[in-house]
Nanobody, 126 residues
Framework: QVQLVESGGGLVQAGGSLRLSCAAS????????MGWFRQAPGKEREVVAA????????EYADSVKGRFTISRDNAKNTVYLQMNSLKPEDPAVYYC???????????????????WGKGTLVTVSS
């Protein structure tokens, strides 16, 4: 069983930065690929970044490439999302999620993800 708790959301001006954190419980954190997803009002939940269990491979949605960076610290059971150059289209509830399959995370297969956090709200003012 893995429990995920996100933090770091808030209000930021367009062009600004935020760093989200997702703290995980459990001794098998490094076994799980992790992803950051977001869901804006009226829209489907989408994957924005994914990282393998060991952290050696990452993937990004085209909409955030070059602006967002996903990383993890397995010693701290934590995954991060550094968000720079935030845009008016970035506001959403951001969720972290875990799955044993990196492919599942990369595909953004929300119905198949093993574990979800409850989300943290990111708001961008123009």
């Amino acid at each position: 069983q893995v429990q995920l708790v996100e933090s770091g959301g808030g209000l930021v001006q367009a062009g600004g930065s935020l760093r989200l954190s997702c703290a995980a419980s459990g001794r098998t954190f490094s076994s799980y690929a992790m992803g950051w997803f977001r869901q804006a009002p009226g829209k489907e939940r989408e994957v924005v970044a994914a990282i393998t269990g060991g952290g050696g491979r990452v993937e990004y949605a085209d909409s955030v490439k070059g602006r967002f960076t996903i990383s993890r610290d397995n010693a701290k059971n934590t995954v991060y999302l550094q968000m720079n150059s935030l845009k008016p289209e970035d506001p959403a509830v951001y969720y972290c999620a875990a799955d044993l399959s990196f492919g599942t995370v990369v595909r953004g297969d929300t119905d198949s993800m093993d574990y979800w956090g409850k989300g943290t709200l990111v708001t961008v003012s123009s």
